[in-house]
């Protein structure tokens, strides 16, 4: 059975490892949220910031247009468990508008020659 009308979209923020060295975090807004940066009532540069999960700290941030839906983080101490929330400002006040899910930056293993990354291509076999 089809849905008569779309459900809304809703607004989100997931934080992913990308590698020892970087967290990549996406994001959407819902069409009421996006149409209140259009209209200016948040500013259209956005906060994205990073902390620790166990106490909240600051662990770093970006700002970047709300529009761009993506950016890369540097992880700051591997082994650790992050979360990050985008902020907008409003009125000249920050307010926080998304909440990420809490992601674990992996420890590296062994010495810095031993740490290489292959993408997928490297370990494509070619069919005889």
Do not use: C
């Not at 993506?70 to 985008?86: D, K, T, W």
């Not at 508008?97 to 293993?109: G, I, M, R, V």
Request: no cysteine.
């Amino acid at each position: 059975m089809a849905l008569t009308r779309p459900l809304p979209a809703e607004d989100k923020l997931v934080l992913l490892p990308k590698n020892p060295g970087a967290f990549f975090a996406f994001w959407s807004f819902s069409a009421a949220r996006a149409e209140a940066f259009r209209a200016g009532t948040l500013q259209p540069e956005v906060e994205l910031r990073l902390s620790y999960a166990d106490d909240k700290a600051h662990a770093g941030s970006r700002r970047i247009s709300w529009e761009q839906l993506s950016a890369y983080l540097p992880v700051p101490a591997q082994g650790r468990v992050y979360e990050a929330a985008i902020y907008a400002q409003r009125g000249g006040a920050w307010e926080r508008l998304l909440e990420s899910n809490q992601a674990s930056a992996p420890s590296a293993a062994g010495l810095a020659d031993e740490r290489a990354y292959a993408s997928l291509e490297f370990h494509k076999r070619v069919a005889p």
